[in-house]
């Protein structure tokens, strides 16, 4: 495989994985199945089967090598080939062009279910996986090569203020998203209080995936090993008018040969007056001894709703495991002010405008030359209006810039709810993206079709769609054709309903 | 019911007449006197039956309620002279005997025999409908034990200058004319304990038209808001109910409202409805109280929620709460009852998000609200798909968290972090296979040739380096950094910055110091 993860048809660890996740996955379906199928009242499921499908068309960047001798040498480190900059090393030199038209057809099969009803009141079994496969196309898109996620597999049990999981699951907190296979229990003795402990094999971030199978061939330094997560929270609501979460976790090496990382974080949202509310977080990286990302919020909803004022003060540096070399590259923080509003005066109609600037940390390098700036801006405008009541009309530009990226561009739609069931709508879109020193620079104009529709089949949706993409050049001599074609479909099916509800209910 | 026919008399006769008539009044027999209110018929299930009004042993319900039709159909004053006294065809009225409330029937044909005088037919007093208590030996004792003058019949009843029956059934008025109240001016004593004068709905003859066109207590106003539900009814309603609610209502009609009507110990103390007998449902209203207004109530809520839901359950059925709250449901809604199983329709509430949901950027700060308190987000969306329709969408399939066409014009967002793009895609298995597949990955050596907007990129990239670090690893991998940031590297560059902490991250790890480090990086001694 290209990017070195293990294929199907390996015979290596990722491949006796990959199968033990279609058996688990199989496993757990079938579970499912049963207890749908089950006679029993109390039993059931819920959840959704649901298959999206996507195309892309375009031409990926190739490198051409190009011999030294047809290019003009500016300088000891200056060389341009038919007008645009390559890089020349020995007696050949390399450059970045538009390769030939390629295109990639995939699909996926979604299944996120929970079922209960096991003759044992408050167990249950949840499980959401993704099987995929690139039916068509000489493009790779990104995961098409991973037959099979798992991203949910457990068992929970929960009575009466207690919560045990046990198999695959995640937590989404101030950490951000942990994925991770082993136990966790949660105890809430009383609302708003709750204890929570877990456990088990850590899984890549954002990824359902151990990080040894997930990342290697992407990697040079990964250990081939897996790694243990360790973590707690506690949520207190010491006041009726104050919610606050502490999270601590921990992953190490399962040799113990190091921490992959350590980090805390505190989250809280608080009513400090009748309508003002604040939300605020920040996490610490124990591991690099540093403060990491925090921000806090004022929400001011004033003339009943329908004037929405926020005010925002953010501190944003990436987090890097330990594992990697990059968190030792020291990253500086930015410290963002922002001030948004979204005003809403009836329901057909809606606008909101924001404001932020950015100012980096000192980075502490020489740099020849200009030094890059050092501040970044970001402007947002948008509203919505319906001027029927099947018509609805969207619209917005933003704008961001700042050292090594810009984009100035904007997005409309109208929409057209020709049924309640069925609404087609219009997209266009208009940008322009300067980048100071990566490739890009230049404007793109796009437009697309999309379709909603619900069946009259037990709540069965189907979204399809498709856009085309014109990119444009300005102040370059040569600029790779990057213009596009996309096309999307996908289609959910309900399963089951809650507990103790009819279909229409819910 | 016994209808009663009177057909007035055409000619006055003479003293021997009244006489006789006198005589017959002596052995007057009274009208109907009716039995006190059976018990209340069975209970409904869940509902323990009210206490069964008895009514006074001596109570002589010979009032009634004033009625367009109380006139005085016997026609007093053509008899007057006949009969001088009033006690003389009700001496029961003085005596406190039932049964000689009224003259007996008989005693009209002494007269009204169909010869001497027109023939009358009179069957005695009918059932009277009243929902009065009054006891008249009671009444006249009880005046006079207090020293007042003895009543007389017309002080109530009529002129006292003809000394005869000008009103046959009192009005309120004439007993406010003693029992004034200086505070009331409704004409009706309606500020004082009902049950003074007044037996229950329940008990009472009076038909259920007439009960509803009772004169209503000003307390019960409606206005804007909806003070007498919120504040009045509800307090010291054990006392109101026996001495006032009663009156006018039945258990029946508190049900029409309270969606715990049957676990109402003060409701349950209310009378039903006897079987039969239909009173006039009650709209139900449910005023918004003050603190469900607030926007913080939609975050509280659940707090302020007592086990079992008891201070909900009066408005709130199951359904309403589950109109956002998703199974599993908080234990108070799960206590509340089921719609289908009362009569009150509980009230509506709408899905409408918390006002934090209302801003158009909720979703870039959305990760706080969910990490504070998780099950609140459950509470309306189902966590583990909804959830995950964004977090682990990733681009396939269509529109999710990002917009169809966010992919061409993502880079800058990302460079500039708006949206942490690490809490979704992992930097390297995400981003950089991506880029490597569409031709953007770093190819190993170090160039202008990618980065060709910037000739002497080289020269430049450290500040860009950390200030967008992950950018720079969504393409080159980490070796291509090592090329010169190492010292098994080319030019042995520290990529390290002043405020680097080289012991505490060897104690963390030492092996990733070692990928760029020969042999000790502290020179041999322990960090």
Known sequence: ?506 | MNARTYRPGRTLYSGWVVSLVLLAAIVVRVGQTRAAPSPAPDAPAGWAAAPAWTAPSSSLLAHAAPRPDSLDLFGHDAHDGLFPLCTGCHIGAETGDLSALYPDPESCLSCHDGTTEELVEWDGPSVLETNLVFDHGDHLRLVEAEGDTALTCAQCHGDPAPAVLADPRVVASECLSCHEDPADDTGHYVGADCSTCHVPAAASTLGTERISGLPTPPDHTVDASETFLTAVHGEGAQERVDERCSTCHVQDQCADCHVNAARVVEIRSLPPAPAGRGFASLEARYPTPADHATARFAWEHIGIAEPEGANCATCHTAETCRTCHLEPVPEPVAALAGRDTVTAPGAEVDARAPESHESHFFMERHGTVAATSEGSCATCHRAESFCASCHERQAEGGASYHSTNYLLGHAAEAANAVTECSNCHDPVAFCRSCHTDAGLGSAGRLGPGYHDAEPLWLLRHPQAARQQLETCASCHTQRDCLQCHSQLGAFQISPHGPDFDARLAYERNPVVCRACHIGDPFGGGTP
């Open chain 1, 1 to 506: 495989m290209r990017n070195g993860r293990a294929g199907p048809g390996s015979m290596g660890g990722a491949s006796r994985w990959a199968l033990l996740r279609t058996l688990l996955a199989t496993a757990t379906l079938a579970t499912g199945a049963l207890a749908a199928g089950a006679p029993a009242a109390a039993q059931g499921v819920r959840g959704t089967l649901g298959h999206a499908g996507f195309y892309a068309e375009l031409r990926p960047l190739v490198q051409d090598t190009i011999d030294r001798a047809l290019v003009d040498e500016l300088g000891p480190t200056s060389f341009r080939f038919e007008g645009a900059p390559v890089y020349c090393q020995a007696s050949d030199c390399i450059r970045y062009r538009a390769g030939d038209v390629a295109s990639t057809v995939s699909g996926s099969l979604d299944a996120n279910l929970t079922a209960w009803g096991f003759g044992v009141s408050g167990l249950s079994t949840t499980v959401s996986l993704r099987m995929r496969e690139r039916t068509g196309g000489e493009l790779l898109w990104p995961r098409t090569d991973d037959r099979v996620d798992v991203f949910l597999a457990y068992a929970q049990y929960a009575r009466e203020g207690l919560r045990a999981r046990l198999g695959r699951q995640r937590i989404l907190g101030g950490l951000g998203r942990t994925a991770f296979d082993g136990a966790n229990v949660l105890w809430t003795p009383r609302p708003g209080w709750s204890v929570e402990g877990y456990a088990g094999r850590s899984l890549a971030r954002a990824l359902a995936e151990p990080r040894n199978s997930a990342l290697s061939g992407l990697e040079s330094f990964l250990p081939d090993r897996d790694a243990w997560l360790f973590g707690g929270t506690l949520r207190a609501r010491p006041r009726p008018d104050i919610d606050l979460t502490l999270r601590y976790q921990r992953e190490i090496w399962s040799d113990r040969s190091g921490l992959l990382s350590e980090r805390a974080s505190v989250d809280v949202r608080a009513y400090p007056f009748d309508l003002l509310r604040v939300d605020a977080s920040a996490d610490w990286d124990i591991a690099f001894g540093r403060v990491g990302k925090a921000h806090v919020t004022a929400l001011l909803p004033i003339r009943g709703r329908t004037l929405m004022l926020e005010a925002t003060g953010r501190r944003y540096v990436p987090y890097f495991e330990l594992w990697t070399i990059w968190g030792f590259f020291s990253p500086v923080p930015y410290l963002e002010g922002q001030l948004r509003m979204t005003w809403s005066p009836n329901t057909s109609t809606s606008v909101w405008v924001a404001g932020g600037y950015r100012d980096y940390g000192e980075t502490a390098t020489t740099t020849i030359l200009s030094p890059l700036e050092d501040t970044g801006r970001r402007g947002v405008v948008g509203g919505t209006w319906a001027p029927a009541p099947r018509i609805a009309l969207r619209g917005e530009y933003r704008i961001e810039w700042s050292a090594g990226a810009y984009y100035s561009g904007g997005d409309a739609s109208a929409t057209w709810e020709m049924t309640s069931d069925v609404s087609l709508s219009l997209t266009g879109t208009a940008f322009q993206q300067i980048q100071e020193f990566r490739l890009g620079e230049g404007t793109a104009l796009g437009g697309g079709l999309a379709a909603t529709a619900r069946l009259p089949w037990q709540g069965v949706r189907v979204n399809t769609g498709i856009s085309i993409f014109r990119a444009g050049t300005e102040n370059r001599t040569l600029q790779p054709d990057w213009n596009q074609v996309r096309g999307y479909w996908n289609l959910t099916v309900p399963i089951g309903s809650d507990p103790g509800l009819t279909g229409s209910q819910r």
